[in-house]
């Protein structure tokens, strides 16, 4: 997917730097939220899932934080590389089915 | 690792013509997807299938929509009459099983409509 046109929050972030993307959804009836990694030109690639019963969830070099009580997510990359530079998108599934709805994502850039 | 792969990258068509996307999921998955992604705007769903019969739909796929698994493989999105506002980037996906499962991606299909 393209992001020309596409006005999205950036983080600018060095390379072996830690990333913090954050994420407020929208209904609190969702239960199940990913965490999306998208390049130009490919499609979403899934990241990280958690369920509402958790609120932290730790993956290879990524976590994600999840708080109930204010409708937010977050992901955090450890130690950035060029490779992570990329749109991230959050999505939940609000109606309780396999229906993904998508935040409008996160651009970030890593410097090296 | 296994993955969604899409069919055409880029598809090209003249206002009013039929388009095909193909899918082709991934092979142990059992939940299809569609979704699409106007330039500038979020991904938004459009339909979910399972079991040779759509499960659930948006209020975005109408009547000119219309989704089929014509073989044990492939999984293909047809617009009968394509309208301006349809060029997008279509998505399918794919799941092993229902409810909180994660859906994986394929590439897309970029659509044109002149």
């Known amino acids: 997917g393209e992001s020309v046109g596409l006005h999205l929050p950036t983080l600018s972030v060095q390379e072996g730097d830690n990333s913090i993307i954050n994420c407020a959804y929208s209904?609190?009836?969702?239960?199940?939220f990913i965490w999306y990694k998208q390049e130009s030109g490919k499609g979403p690639q899934f990241i990280i899932d958690i369920r509402s019963n958790m609120d932290k969830r730790q993956g290879q070099r990524v976590t994600v934080l999840l708080n109930k009580t204010v409708k937010h997510l977050s992901l955090q990359i450890a130690a950035t590389q060029p490779g992570d530079s990329a749109v991230y998108f959050c999505?939940?599934?609000?109606?309780?089915?396999?229906?993904?709805?998508f935040g409008k994502g996160n651009q970030v850039v890593v410097i090296p | 690792e296994p993955e969604v792969t899409q069919t055409p990258s880029h598809q090209v068509t003249q206002m009013g013509q039929e388009v095909i996307l193909r899918c082709v999921p991934i092979?142990?998955?059992?939940?299809f997807y569609w979704y699409r992604q106007i330039l500038g705007q979020k991904v938004e769903f459009l339909v979910s299938f399972y079991n040779n019969e759509i499960s659930e739909k948006s209020e975005i796929f109408d009547d000119q929509f219309s989704v089929e698994r014509p073989d044990g493989s492939n999984f293909t999105l047809k617009i009968r009459s394509t309208k301006l506002e349809d060029s997008a980037m279509y998505f399918c996906?794919?799941?092993?099983?229902?409810?909180?499962?994660?859906?994986?991606f394929g590439d897309g299909t970029r659509l044109s409509i002149l």
């Open positions: 999505a939940e599934t609000p109606y309780g089915n396999n229906r993904l709805a």
């Open positions: 996906a794919s799941s092993e099983r229902s409810g909180n499962q994660p859906q994986h």
């Open positions: 092979s142990n998955h059992l939940y």
């Open positions: 209904n609190s009836a969702s239960d199940y």
